[in-house]
């Protein structure tokens, strides 16, 4: 009983290994162009300097200029005194189980926190 429960074992994984190698390769298909090498080159330049015809703004035109309500400099004074500030992101909220050191709070901890008590 073993010995025929073997054989047929042996039937089955050789039909199968058969059947896996039922299709054959025939290599890399080989395509015949119509175009010479030149036309497509020409082709090539031709697409080149059209465009990417897919961006979003291809058909636009000119954008207009885009003017700002404020200098430049102003901006600029502006956020050099933003990122030098001593109370630069120094909020409770932002650091867990921390403290802020009153010399950096410019007393609007106490007046926030005693808003906050008489709430």
Do not use: C, W
Request: proline share 3%; net charge positive; no cysteine.
């Amino acid at each position: 009983m073993k010995t025929s429960k073997i054989i047929a074992a042996a039937t089955l994984s050789l039909l199968a290994a058969v059947g896996a190698q039922a299709e054959t390769y025939d290599g890399v298909l080989t395509t015949q162009g119509t175009l010479s090498r030149a036309e497509v080159s020409m082709q090539a330049v031709a697409a080149a300097r059209a465009g990417d015809l897919y961006a979003e703004g291809v058909n636009a035109g000119v954008q207009p200029v885009l003017s700002a309500s404020t200098d430049r400099a102003r901006v600029q004074a502006e956020a050099v005194a933003a990122a030098h500030a001593p109370n630069q992101n120094l909020d409770r909220k932002a650091f867990v189980n921390s403290t802020v050191l009153p010399a950096y709070t410019n007393g609007t901890l106490k007046i926030r926190n005693t808003r906050q008590a008489a709430l």
